[in-house]
């Protein structure tokens, strides 16, 4: 019994180590990812659901590891936080998002088109990330109006100060903030009157399970008619089937996104996209 004790332990040992030397291996790799430019954007529409068109995209960061293949955000986007990488890596989003709204310019059809940003707590921590904000926007020659910028509840929790801040600053730029993953965290409905969101996106976790009872269905509609009663817009995140589809466009939901439209799409894809999209709503 003494024996297997021992080797358990050995087996822990063996497995934290080999756990550190992953992790220590992605944060080399993902500073090479930064200075090597392995790292892109994909976009994903999000659909007006008067218009029945598409009025932007969400712009997704996507690494191409050269022996690993695509890494998923799940997996980098914290281990970024943690090192401080991320505040590299968003500044090289915001550049990339720019660069890609100053070609919607030159497309008919995209010129009126935003993209979202998605931007993490400890990039608003970093206090640089306005600047930066601002200096692509001049740089690029892009409409503020077209940039929207997303936060998650956990920032107003980590720093309140520090959140109301970047997103007065943002507003002064006349950049439109959303809320993302609303639902996921505390209290979150305090926060709606006190800060001066444009928008929030109804985490996807509600929108799965939409189908399954009445009290779910009363969640997400109840949420609808609160946003619109605060003349605050509503994105219905994660919709991936026609039955989903239909109940939000009944309850008050301006846009949603989702698989059912599109996953996050190559840059070279999304002209072509926009200019075939049609959706057959079918109530
Ligand atoms: P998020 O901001 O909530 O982004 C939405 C995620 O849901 C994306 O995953 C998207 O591909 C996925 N999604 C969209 N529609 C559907 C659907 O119908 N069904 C399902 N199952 N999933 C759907 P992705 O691209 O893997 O990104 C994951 C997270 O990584 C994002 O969640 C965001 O928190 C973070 N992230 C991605 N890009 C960036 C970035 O540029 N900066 C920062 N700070 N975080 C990012
Ligand atoms: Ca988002
Ligand atoms: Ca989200
Ligand atoms: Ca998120």
């Known amino acids: 019994a003494k024996n297997q004790g021992k080797n358990r332990y050995c087996f822990f040992d063996a497995t934290i180590k080999m756990l550190v ?9 993902l500073r090479d990812a930064v200075d090597n430019h392995q790292l892109y954007l994909v976009y994903q529409p999000l659909v007006n659901l008067d218009s029945r068109k598409i009025e932007g995209f969400e712009a997704l960061v996507r690494w191409h590891h050269p022996v690993n293949g695509l890494v998923s955000p799940v997996e980098f986007i914290p281990v970024a936080e943690e090192t401080g990488l ?6 090289a989003v915001v550049e990339m998002a720019c660069q890609m709204l100053s070609r919607f310019k030159q497309a008919p059809l995209l010129a009126d088109l935003y993209i979202n940003v998605n931007v993490s707590s400890v990039q608003v921590l970093a206090r640089t ?6 200096k692509n926007l001049q740089r690029y020659l892009v409409d503020p109006e077209k940039l929207n910028i997303e936060i998650t509840e956990s ?10 801040n970047f997103v007065r600053e943002l507003k002064a730029m006349n950049i439109k903030v959303y809320l ?24 996807r976790s509600f929108i799965q399970v939409i189908n399954d009872s009445r009290q779910n269905e009363a969640i997400v509609e109840s949420i609808g008619l609160l946003a619109s009663n605060l003349n605050i817009h ?3 995140e994660g919709i991936e089937t026609r039955e989903q589809l239909i109940k939000v466009q009944h309850m008050h939901y301006h846009v949603a996104q989702g698989f ?8 070279h894809k999304v002209e072509v996209f926009v200019k075939s999209f049609d959706y057959d709503a079918g109530e």
């Open 21 to 29: 030397t992953q992790r220590m291996k992605m944060e080399r790799d």
């Open 86 to 91: 991320i505040v590299e890596i968003g500044e």
């Open 129 to 134: 990330l306005d600047s930066v904000i601002r």
């Open 155 to 164: 920032i107003l929790i980590e720093d309140y100060k520090a959140a109301l």
């Open 180 to 203: 993302d993953d609303f639902g996921t965290g505390y209290s979150s409905l305090s926060y709606l009157h006190k800060f001066p969101f444009d928008a929030i996106k109804l985490d």
């Open 234 to 236: 509503i994105v219905a």
């Open 260 to 267: 059912y439209f599109a996953k996050p799409l190559a840059e």
